[in-house]
């Protein structure tokens, strides 16, 4: 069993080999993120802004952050 895994792994390691000599010669071509990647996250950044712009300016959101005058004491029960 131990000469098989060993010619298995031998294959294996060989495949990546043969895939990276493959990858080294080959000429790089720019994928989707190489191209658009920065747009797209202005974009996103430009619209998360434009966003919570409004949530906070606009949308009539009373936040109330401040518990003052809201707690109010209950009796104490013996």
Do not use: C
Not at 9 to 17: D, P, S, V, Y
Not at 33 to 56: C, E, P, S
Not at 70 to 76: D, F, L, V, Y
Request: hydrophobic share 45%; charged share 20%; proline share 5%.
């Amino acid at each position: 069993m131990f000469p098989v895994a060993r010619a298995a792994l031998n294959l294996t390691a060989r495949g990546i080999q043969h895939t990276a000599v493959r990858q080294a010669h080959r000429k790089y071509e720019p994928n989707f993120h190489d191209k658009y990647g920065n747009l797209v996250l202005l974009g996103g950044a430009a619209v998360f802004t434009a966003i919570w712009g409004y949530v906070f300016t606009q949308a009539g959101i009373e936040w109330g952050l401040s518990p003052v005058g809201r707690i109010t004491p209950k009796e104490w029960r013996e």
